[in-house]
């Protein structure tokens, strides 16, 4: 009984194989192929980003793939320390911080009004925003930098918004957060049904509390992955404050990697580099994988409701 169990169970298993071989056809085996490639691509540089990191500059410049006779966590301590990654990353939480919640939250309140409230310009609005995902942020540097320069100038406020300071990128990085926030919650908000809304107006709630209490929950899972898209984007963010952060203890983490690479030519610490960017992939690098869920969820719920 044994016997014949295992063998109908290995038959399933196999028949199994031969209709997924048969759906996925010479297109489907190709678009695997190609994922395959890019999965190489993607994995392989940061292993051995990872696998530098612990080495000692001539095993990195030796045999590239060998394991380290010794783990060199000394280069962490210098990537940390003497190269002031513990004081960029700490800037570069704090930005990203503010960056992503004021970007959810302009641009949650944002979609929801295009995506349900039908008035004059609505399209135009909306078209406006959409149009932002198609205007590279290098052609707006310039402007941009005189902009920031003249909110520096404003009474009050001024010292606290333009140049060299946090709360300038901040505004910096939720205004290029908008457009891609805009048009895929606007998308997700016009998938969800309208009567649990209209039910709680009729009980007497306002338009406000309507949003908070009820349609920003029920877009959970949307707002997860856009926060997590922006949280990426902006981490990894380094033209931005290329531009606005000037001071050195300002910068947040991706300029001070670029001021590790650029000392390298001349010094050779090739390891506190890698050190360095194995500590700014580590945090995005959990923080994907615990979301991982939640993210394919969003994408997916508002083609499947």
Known sequence: MTTMTSGTVAT????????RRRRLGPLGVLSHMALLVWTVLVVVPILWTFLASVKSEDEIFGDAWSLPATLHWD???RAWEQAHIGQYTLNSVIVVSFGTIGTML??????YVLARYPFRGN????LLFVSGLAFPVYLALTPLFFVVQNMGNVPVLGPFIGLNTHAGLVLVYIAYSMPFTVFFLAAFFRTLPTAVGEAAMVDGASHTRVFFQIMLPMARPG???VTIFNVLGQWNQYQLPLVLLQERDKWVLTQGIADISTAAGYDQDWSALFAALTLAILPMLVVYTIFQRQIQAGLTAGALK
């Not at 302009?106 to 979609?111: C, T, V, Y």
């Not at 399209?123 to 909306?126: D, E, I, N, T």
């Open 106 to 111: 302009l641009g949650s309140m944002a979609a």
């Open 75 to 77: 280069n962490f301590a």
């Open 12 to 19: 399933s298993r196999g028949e199994a194989r031969r209709v």
């Open 123 to 126: 399209r135009a609005f909306y």
């Open 223 to 225: 707002i997860v992955s």
